[in-house]
Structures are given as C-alpha cells and as structure tokens.
T-cell receptor, first 114, second 113 residues
Framework: NAGVTQTPKFRVLKTGQSMTLLCAQD?????MYWYRQDPGMGLRLIHY???????AKGEVPDGYNVSRLKKQNFLLGLESAAPSQTSVYFC?????????????FGSGTQLSVL | GENVEQHPSTLSVQEGDSAVIKCTYS??????FPWYKQELGKRPQLIID?????GEKKDQRIAVTLNKTAKHFSLHITETQPEDSAVYFC????????????FGTGTRLTVIP
C-alpha cells in the first residue's frame, strides 16, 4: 500500500513548454485534488475530482488542465508553462464518509519554470 | 470563497512551554477544520481535526478549540518538544462531499531546546 504517489519529483521547464504531472493512489479513494504551495501563501487548490471521469475547478485553475480517466489516477497538465507556475505541487486524495475524510498527500513535485 | 487567516506567522517557544496558533475563517458554512504539520521538504501531515458540531478535541499533547460564533479556531500544543518544530497549517472546508480545503498561510514553530 503506497498511498499517494506523484511523479516526477523534480522538473525544470522553459517558458512555453508543456508537461504532465501524474498522481496515483491505491486506497480506492473517490476524491482527488491538486494543490500548489508557494512561500508565504499556504496551499491553494487548483483542480479536483469527485470520481472517475469528473473534474472541477478549484481556487487557482488558470493555466492548468486535469483528467481522471481512471479512478486511481489524476493528471495535472501545463500546456504552456509560465514562470508564475514555479511552485511545489501536491496531489492528495480522500474518500467518502466520516471514516475516510483524512486527506492523504503525495510527496510533492518541485517545478521550476525558467 | 472561504478566506482563512492564520497568526502568528512565526513562533518560538522554549522546550516544555505551550504553543498556541490561531486561525479565523470567513464562511459560516464551513464545517470541517483540520490542522497539518509540515516538516522541511516533506508533505503535509494531518495532526488533528475538528468538525463544527464539536467545540474542543484533544489528542495527547495537541488540542484544537473551535468557536463557531466568532469563526475562529486554535491549535494548542503543550509540553513542546524539539520535534514539534515545523510549519503548521490550519484549513477550513464545507465538507458535504469533496474536501475542498482552504488553507491558512502557515506558522513556523521553533522549539528551542
């Protein structure tokens, strides 16, 4: 049981390049989330999903797209990276019901856009 | 949307003393308030949480209090230890399905041996 796994752990992009971050969870969780963390600003929700085939916008969705083709995977895409997207990205998941509402985070992806 | 404010941004205490971190929220519909601890370079880890139908919750040296009327909640750590040094985040959400958390900006706690 690996929990929430993110790949890659580090990435450097040039402005305008594209990339996809992969998040996988093996806990059969319904809900998955992508957050970004910037110094002094805490974590902010980018997009989330309430189930396979669904996605929704969070607090800061501009410049990102997501997909959830399989229940266990949640992909975050940057179509044209900008320096403002330099951040640490965390994926998270949790389940339905009071027993499963603990949010599990992945280990994070450090992304630098030059 | 929800706005969560957290104070102080930094806090230094002597080992064995207590530490208190306070948060306020804006949306009276918020009903779930977790606290996360994040060590340098690591992922956030849930340390305690509270729902709006409870005023206080305690887990060993950690306690959280909630005042729904004033829309603020606090984290209390007693008998602090050097391993408590980390950044602590409060958060709030309207937990009816997905857990869309709004986070505070964090408090860097340093416990001085």
């Amino acid at each position: 049981n690996a929990g929430v796994t993110q790949t890659p752990k580090f990435r450097v992009l040039k402005t305008g390049q594209s990339m996809t971050l992969l998040c996988a969870q093996d806990m059969n969780h319904e809900y998955m989330y992508w957050y970004r963390q910037d110094p002094g600003m805490g974590l902010r929700l980018i997009h989330y999903s309430v189930g396979e085939g669904t996605t929704a916008k969070g607090e800061v969705p501009d410049g990102y797209n997501v997909s959830r083709l399989k229940k266990q995977n949640f992909l975050l895409g940057l179509e044209s990276a900008a320096p403002s997207q330099t951040s640490v990205y965390f994926c998270a998941s949790d389940g339905a019901g009071a027993r499963n509402e603990k949010l599990f985070f992945g280990s994070g992806t450090q992304l630098s856009v030059l | 949307g929800e706005n969560v404010e957290q104070h102080p941004s930094t806090l230094s205490v002597q080992e064995g003393d207590s530490a208190v971190i306070k948060c306020t929220y804006s949306d009276s519909a918020s009903n779930y308030f977790p606290w996360y601890k994040q060590e340098l370079g690591k992922r956030p880890q849930l340390i305690i949480d509270i729902r709006s139908n409870v005023g206080e919750k305690k887990d060993q040296r950690i306690a959280v209090t909630l005042n729904k009327t004033a829309k603020h909640f606090s984290l209390h750590i007693t008998e602090t230890q050097p391993e408590d040094s980390a950044v602590y985040f409060c958060a709030a959400s309207i937990r009816t399905g997905a857990n869309n958390l709004f986070f505070g900006t964090g408090t860097r706690l340093t416990v001085i041996p």
